[in-house]
């Protein structure tokens, strides 16, 4: 790891979840911040927004609904998704991740949605 990759894994990783990150201790977070968000996330080829999509596509298709619910409010904040969009995102990946983890992912989308409406 070097000074410029750390810096650049954490504007990255605050960029993709749309809050500002500091550095964090241990191997696990800056393994995550100089692979993950300098390397890979920087990478070439896919905007933000297909990346975004391909992960939540991941998530739903786990059940790993508390990690989708920070992509999807990153998704929204970030004006990558909006509000129609998520809700076919649910509908769509119902039909390929199954009907149990589906409804449960778009049970969250309209969770977050509804949220946001009122506030």
Known sequence: MTDEQRA????????????????????????????LFAEIWSRPGLSMRDRRLLLLGALAAQGLDDVAD??????????ELDDEQLREIGLFLT???GWPLGTKFTMRIEKILGEKDRS
């Open 70 to 79: 920070i992509q999807v409010r990153a998704a929204l904040g970030n004006d």
């Open 95 to 97: 039909h390929y991740v």
């Open 8 to 35: 650049r894994g954490l504007a990255k990783m605050g960029e993709v979840y749309g809050w500002e990150v500091s550095d964090g201790p241990g191997d696990f977070f800056g393994v995550t911040v100089d692979h």
